[in-house]
């Protein structure tokens, strides 16, 4: 999407994607269909209030810069959940600083879908790295997410529910599917924005405002650069819940502790 004049991630640290349009169809055809039916029984997320309607899995891998597949990180069995991902932010997202989280695990499936190898790789193609950063495996998360409002006038939260950044190097968005859903607008703002709502600051320092619709419209961050929020959604006039559904992409070099 990032064409002449549109924000481009080494310029400005974030640019937007229409995947759909980049992507071999016959792809899209054969795999969009089944990673879509993995967000229909997204567990609630551990660590978030009901009240949010957030409902997630997560999965990690090691990618070899200079062999370009990955490598899906074993699961951990947890008492509860099943298989469970470790997820950690260090100090970067204020509802949960220096926590370990574990997320219900992506079912092997959905690691094993081509379309997603290929979202990631996409991701990882826009990014770049240092020389050390190039010989080492990176880190990379995937998060499935989904904003549910089954009925009702509540909202579903993303989080955290504010302009923040994330702490990994980057990190991509790709909409899996929006329906029946008001809400969801994306922000991107100046990084000293961090902490606040976007109504609350510059006009100025407002980088971009936009809303995913289809089918893997996508975008991403280089997190040193800017901040970034997504409003809550809520559900619209028809007969049916109202749903914002994500794939996350986030992107680390691994380094050596001596
Ligand atoms: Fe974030």
């Given at each position: ?53 957030r ?30 991902a ?14 370990d ?65 994330d702490?990994?190097?980057f990190h ?87």
């Amino acid at each position: 999407m990032a064409g002449q004049g549109e924000p481009s991630l080494t310029a400005d640290g974030f640019e937007r994607f229409s995947l759909s349009e980049k992507f071999e169809p016959e792809l899209i055809d054969t795999w969009y269909e089944g990673l879509k039916a993995e967000f229909a029984d997204l567990p609630a997320d551990p660590y978030g209030d009901p009240e949010l309607r957030r409902y997630r899995r997560h999965s990690s891998a090691v990618l070899l810069p200079w062999e370009r597949r990955l490598h899906w990180v074993p699961k951990i069995d947890h008492p509860e959940y099943g298989e469970v991902a470790h997820y950690f932010q260090g100090g970067y997202n204020p509802e949960h600083q220096d926590e370990d989280r574990y997320f219900p695990a992506i079912a092997a499936r959905a690691e094993n879908n081509p379309l997603l190898e290929r979202i990631v790789l996409f991701d990882f193609a826009q990014t770049w790295w240092g020389r050390q950063e190039r010989s080492l495996p990176l880190h990379v998360g995937v998060h499935f997410i989904k904003l549910a409002v089954a009925d009702g006038e509540g909202a579903a939260v993303s989080s955290p529910n504010f302009l923040h950044q994330d702490g990994e190097p980057f990190h991509f968005a790709h909409l899996v599917y929006k329906q029946n859903a008001v809400g969801g607008t994306n922000y991107v703002a100046d990084v000293q924005c961090a902490g606040a709502q976007p109504a609350d600051i510059s006009p100025e320092l407002l980088v971009a405002t936009f809303d995913l619709e289809q089918p893997l419209d996508s975008y991403g961050i280089h997190d040193e650069r800017v901040s970034h929020h997504v409003d809550p959604i809520r559900r619209g006039d028809e007969p049916c819940p109202g749903e914002r559904a994500v794939i996350l992409v986030d992107i680390t070099p691994l380094v050596k502790a001596v």
